[in-house]
């Protein structure tokens, strides 16, 4: 009955009886904020992946020298140091008009 009363000063004069429910919710709220916290972990680890997985491709499509169509027709993208470049003209055509 001594652990009973103590409880009940530690519990501010509310019903004891409400002590394990309300640290059950206390509980509740911590785990619902550590899932959101590796929900986000994960999302982001998939938003970097993503962006990985993307620059990846790009880069693996652009060998030096190559060249790509331009979506205006008198430009072309050339392939320089792993990156598409727009130019006017192709290499070796300057003057082939």
Same mark, same amino acid.
């Given at each position: 009955? +001594? ?5 009940? +000063? ?10 394990? *429910? $309300?640290?059950?919710? +206390?509980?509740?709220? /911590? *785990?619902?904020?550590? *899932? ?6 994960? !999302?982001? !680890?998939?938003?970097?992946?993503? @962006?990985? &997985? *993307?620059? /990846? /491709?790009? /880069? ?6 190559? @060249? %790509?169509?331009? &979506?205006?027709? %008198?430009?072309? #993208? %050339?392939?320089? $140091?792993?990156?598409? +470049?727009?130019? $006017?003209?192709?290499?070796? #055509?300057? &003057?082939? &008009?």
């Amino acid at each position: 009955h +001594i652990s009973d009363e103590k409880s009940r +000063i530690d519990y501010d004069g509310k019903d004891v009886r409400d002590g394990p *429910l $309300n640290m059950l919710k +206390i509980h509740l709220r /911590r *785990l619902e904020e550590e *899932l959101a916290e590796r929900e986000r972990e994960i !999302q982001d !680890q998939r938003d970097g992946s993503l @962006l990985d &997985f *993307l620059s /990846r /491709r790009r /880069r693996s499509h652009c060998e030096h020298g190559r @060249l %790509r169509g331009h &979506f205006n027709p %008198r430009k072309f #993208m %050339r392939c320089e $140091n792993g990156s598409w +470049i727009v130019s $006017n003209t192709p290499p070796g #055509m300057e &003057f082939d &008009f």
